[in-house]
């Protein structure tokens, strides 16, 4: 079974511009988390996507987005970056099931993104 | 308050050693819970995860819930200097696919 995938893979961009990052999910996952993990802050949660529905969101500014697409697959849009956007941006992949007790993340290889 | 704090370590264990790592948590609504493991550059793997009180053992891992104390552990048995990554302990709430996570411990296994 294939894993989850992310691309790009690296990216670098100015103050200003903005990016949109993608995640495949693993397949027969329906719940697709985001998060942003830098030296200082660790692991932050963005947000998570179920069935095309942001479920769950965490404290970032509205100029972090994303949506979820009818095959799960998942983008997140930054716009308008800032310098302090520069992180690794990782998706996590799950069945999404609420009330299960075994539901599990999986994680991607995360975009690595440098804003300067 | 975070919701689930961890020591930043570093945390030096010899080779062939039992490395010990722990995590508290703060919602008691916290349902299932979470081990990763991160080495520099790569994203968090999956080691093992945990909902019932008590021991959970996988090869040289054994993950502690104590939901009483609000405590988990992690302990790697005969730890090698592979082991030497970045620990996560992760919390889920109840009826909620939130996940999060601690700020992680790093674990150095010398040769």
């Known amino acids: 079974k294939a894993g989850v995938t992310q691309t790009p893979r690296y990216l670098i961009k100015t103050r200003g511009q903005q990016v949109t990052l993608s995640c495949s999910p693993i397949?027969?996952?329906?719940?697709v988390s985001w998060y942003q993990q830098t030296p200082g802050q660790g692991l932050q949660f963005l947000f998570e996507?179920?069935?095309?529905?942001?479920?769950n969101k965490g404290n970032f500014p509205g100029r972090f987005s994303g949506r979820q697409f009818s095959n799960s697959r998942s983008e997140m849009n930054v716009s308008t970056l800032e310098l302090g956007d520069s992180a690794l941006y990782l998706c996590?992949?799950?069945?999404?099931?609420?009330?299960?007790?075994?539901?599990?993340?999986?994680f991607g290889p995360g975009t690595r993104l440098l804003v300067l | 308050q975070k919701e689930v704090e961890q020591n930043s370590g570093p945390l030096s264990v010899p080779e062939g050693a039992i490395a010990s790592l722990n995590c508290t948590y703060s919602?008691?609504?916290?349902?299932?819970f979470f081990w990763y493991r991160q080495y520099s550059g790569k994203s968090p793997e999956l080691i093992m995860f945990?909902?019932?009180?008590g021991d959970k053992e996988d090869g040289r891992f054994t993950a502690q819930l104590n939901k009483a104390s609000q405590y988990v552990s992690l302990l790697i048995r005969d730890s090698q200097p592979s082991d030497s990554a970045t620990y996560l302990c992760?919390?889920?709430?109840?009826?909620?696919?939130?996940?999060?996570f601690g700020s992680g411990t790093k674990l150095n296994v010398k040769p």
């Open positions: 945990i909902y019932s009180n």
């Open positions: 397949s027969g996952h329906r719940s």
């Open positions: 996590a992949s799950s069945r999404g099931t609420s009330g299960g007790t075994q539901e599990t993340q999986y």
């Open positions: 992760a919390a889920r709430l109840y009826n909620f696919n939130k996940f999060y």
């Open positions: 996507y179920f069935s095309e529905t942001q479920r």
């Open positions: 919602d008691r609504g916290s349902q299932s």
